[in-house]
């Protein structure tokens, strides 16, 4: 490693990252972005979250990402820096086998069969070396092969064979994808190939996981058995007309959603899509967790430096409607402009952020009484907002306090501190949250994940200085103003929740 890279650019903390946004950018690594340098634009621009997509590339690739984000921190460790990393599970893969002479033509209203037989297909069947899908199947179910474009009725089927119409009729190639929507299939969301990559996940130490093909809560329960008590959290993909159906089970279950919209336009009509994005987005903002809208949000710019009309309008919906994250996929990972894409996400962010309007959706709150270990947050945010308080703070070991300020969706900045880097990273992706590893303002600097001082060695008094020495720093507040602070005394004591409300001056 260039020493270069652990030396910070700028000596003054409070110009990087660049301006505070409340909605967080999760940008995708690939080609166009995977070396230190794309990768320390894409941060400068804005971008809080890098995805890692296990659907391409190897081990060993991912592994130089990995590393050069975690240099990335070391270098603005100044501006107390804390990235996060979501790697991205690639799910079963349902896919026909091969055609004799190359693509076929399937006509509207013609039989097509598809089965087990170990032999090339042709334009009246093919196989399809899945049992599970031919042992869920029943006559009058859907079946869409390539993303869609071709659409098969069941008339009849068996435990090796479907006989089907084709009702929507196209161009066929082999090995093209397979998709289900009518059934709930008997196959786990978690194949050998993503065991593979859980483990090799969890010896990165990233700080979530993106589960694919969920079609209930089971699923994640499986991927947690998997993780154990590591401090990895799991992001639930909503791609699937049954997780859909079965939305409260999965939300409980998972630590967060992301509306992967892509494969959700697939197995549901187009039209669908985002009334159901709302909808996820709306109960994920009442439960308070994290929700990240995603897929072709900016498309255009993969070839194009500018977005189209739609697109930014379809990013500025997002955000109104209260996403943590908005996510880019093939613009910053294969794209020729993924700078100028982050650079445009930002801008829209920053756009809708400092709308009347956008303040007005924010300040909507659910009813009811919170539980008492949550009575503190709203509370503290209330008081912010009767003293005209310039930021508000917690400290947090786990997290959990951090996410229930982010729900409440204050109309100024929140600092969390807290004594675990695995922490701090994990809560970039939480709406309105800037989080901040406690060894980085004491000087200390942590190489390995996971390497954390304990709160209760640190004083409330040593608290309320770090708080605002991170203020000051990032140039948060002037002095004379108030800062709102809560948190739990004595700092060792166990959490969940809040029992310290304070009153700061700077």
């Known amino acids: 490693m260039s020493s270069a890279r652990s030396t910070p650019l700028e000596s003054d903390p409070s110009r990087y990252p660049g301006p505070f946004s409340k909605t967080k950018i999760i940008a995708t690594v690939g080609p166009s972005s995977e070396s230190f340098e794309a990768l320390e634009e894409l941060w400068l621009a804005g971008?809080?979250?890098?995805?890692?997509?296990?659907?391409?590339?190897?081990h060993e690739g991912h592994r130089r990402v990995i590393n050069n984000i975690r240099e990335l921190e070391k270098?603005?460790?100044?501006s107390f820096c804390s990235i996060g990393i979501l790697l991205d599970l690639q799910g079963p893969k349902l896919r026909i086998g091969r055609f004799e002479d190359g693509p076929v033509m399937l006509e509207k209203g013609k039989n097509f069969r598809l089965d087990m037989k170990d032999k090339r297909g042709d334009v009246n069947r093919v196989k399809m070396p899945h049992p599970e899908i031919f042992e869920a199947l029943q006559p009058g179910a859907n079946l869409l092969l390539d993303d869609g474009k071709i659409r098969l009725k069941v008339t009849k089927c068996g435990t090796d064979f479907a006989e089907t119409t084709v009702m929507v009729g196209g161009k066929l190639s082999e090995r093209k994808g397979v998709n289900v929507p009518d059934v709930t299939l008997p196959i786990s969301a978690l194949t050998e190939k993503d065991k593979e990559d859980v483990a090799f996940g969890l010896e990165q130490k990233?700080?979530?996981?993106?589960?694919?093909?969920v079609q209930q809560a089971g699923d994640i329960q499986e991927l947690r058995n998997v993780i154990g008590d590591r401090s990895v959290k799991i992001m639930a993909k909503i791609e699937k007309p049954q997780a859909v159906a079965d939305l409260k089970a999965v939300v409980n279950a998972a630590d967060a959603v992301m509306v992967a919209r892509g494969d959700l336009g697939v197995e549901l009509s187009a039209h669908e899509v985002?009334?159901?994005q709302k909808r996820i987005v709306s109960h994920l903002r009442k439960v308070g967790k994290p929700v990240v809208v995603a897929t072709q949000m900016l498309e255009s710019m993969i070839s194009t430096p500018v977005p189209t009309r739609a697109e930014a309008s379809d990013v500025a919906n997002a955000i109104y409607d209260?996403?943590?994250?908005?996510?880019?996929?093939g613009e910053s990972a294969a794209g020729k402009y993924p700078i100028e894409a982050v650079k445009t996400m930002e801008a829209i962010i920053s756009e809708v952020e400092k709308s009347k309007e956008y303040a007005n959706r924010m300040r909507v709150r659910d009813e009811g009484k919170p539980e008492r270990k949550d009575a503190m947050i709203p509370a503290a945010s209330a008081l912010a907002l009767s003293v005209n308080a310039s930021v508000l703070i917690c400290f947090t070991r786990r997290g959990y306090n951090g996410q229930r300020f982010s729900h409440e969706r204050a109309a100024i900045p929140?600092?969390?501190?807290?004594?675990r880097q695995s922490t701090a990273r994990?809560?970039?992706?939480?709406?309105?949250?800037?989080?901040?590893?406690?060894?980085?303002?004491?000087?200390?600097q942590d190489a390995e994940h996971g390497i954390d001082e304990g709160f209760e060695n640190i004083s409330i008094d040593e608290i309320v200085d770090l708080a605002k020495d991170v203020v000051t720093k990032k140039k948060l507040s002037n002095k004379g103003e108030l800062l709102v602070m809560t948190g739990f005394h004595p700092t060792g004591a166990p959490g969940p929740g809040a029992n310290l409300l304070k009153l700061l001056q700077l």
């Open 206 to 213: 990233v700080d979530w996981m993106a589960l694919s093909f």
């Open 322 to 329: 209260g996403a943590d994250a908005v996510m880019l996929s």
């Open 75 to 78: 270098k603005y460790v100044m």
């Open 414 to 419: 929140i600092i969390a501190l807290s004594n």
């Open 47 to 58: 971008a809080d979250v890098f995805r890692v997509n296990m659907s391409h590339g190897t």
């Open 426 to 444: 994990m809560l970039q992706l939480s709406w309105g949250i800037y989080p901040v590893y406690t060894a980085c303002v004491r000087g200390v």
């Open 274 to 276: 985002p009334v159901i």
